[in-house]
């Protein structure tokens, strides 16, 4: 079975102090995976999608990087605006359709 | 401007009422998808569509009925079946070229 899991739960950062949000995966064949960003009570984001082990996608303070069994978004230097919850997914090879399989999501908050 | 629209924002349902969720999409994307979240959970597939006039079950389809009569439209309608209701309800769309999904801002369903 496809799983996600991502880590920490919740994390508080102060601005300026960068750091790593971690999804660890496990899916018969990756076609993608994808990362977005969630505001309260909103639709979420698209952010990044990456498809192979060392790949790698920067925008603005974000940078995701992919392994074989796992993916980091890395936050260097944020500030209060990127508070949000960060959601991982992942799309498997064998899987029709376009079917996701998302972790439980990463509550970001960053402090001025 | 092109994008994903769900209605209503709020929505309430009592007891043994059918209730149904509007999502619209003028992207022209041919795939669209439901999904339910919960809090500290990851997004569950509710149904998907590929093209108009077929739709599938995903991993939590009981209680849930959908159609697909246009292409833009993938209405869903929640049960009197379905006995936990209470979630954010999100829709999703991408195209067949790329499996980016894209969601709309959502809806709440409270029970009475």
């Known amino acids: 079975e496809d799983q996600v899991t991502q880590s920490p739960e919740a994390l508080r950062l102060q601005e300026g102090e960068s750091s790593s949000l971690n999804c660890s995966y496990t899916?018969?064949?990756?076609?993608?995976l994808f990362w977005y960003r969630q505001d309260p009570g909103k639709g979420p984001e698209f952010l990044f999608t990456l498809y192979s082990a060392g790949e790698e996608k920067e925008k603005e303070r974000l940078k995701a990087t992919l392994t074989k069994k796992e993916s980091f978004l890395h936050i260097t230097a944020p500030k209060p605006e990127d508070s949000a919850t960060y959601l991982c997914a992942v799309q498997a090879l064998n899987k029709g359709a376009q079917k996701l399989v998302f972790g439980q999501g990463t509550r970001l908050t960053i402090n001025p | 401007d092109g994008g994903i629209t769900q209605s209503p924002k709020y929505l309430f349902r009592k007891e043994g009422q059918n209730v149904t969720l509007s999502c619209e999409q003028n992207l022209n994307h041919d795939a669209m998808y439901w999904y339910r979240q919960d809090p500290g959970q990851g997004l569950r597939l509710i149904y998907y569509?590929?093209?108009?006039?077929?739709?599938q079950k995903g991993d939590i389809a009981e209680g849930y009925s959908v159609s697909r009569e246009k292409k833009e439209s993938f209405p869903l309608t929640v049960t009197s079946a379905q006995k936990n209701p209470t979630a954010f309800y999100l829709c999703a769309s991408s195209s067949q070229k790329q499996e980016t999904q894209y969601f709309g801002p959502g809806t709440r369903l409270l029970v009475l």
């Open positions: 569509s590929q093209i108009v006039n077929d739709f």
């Open positions: 899916v018969s064949g990756l076609r993608g």
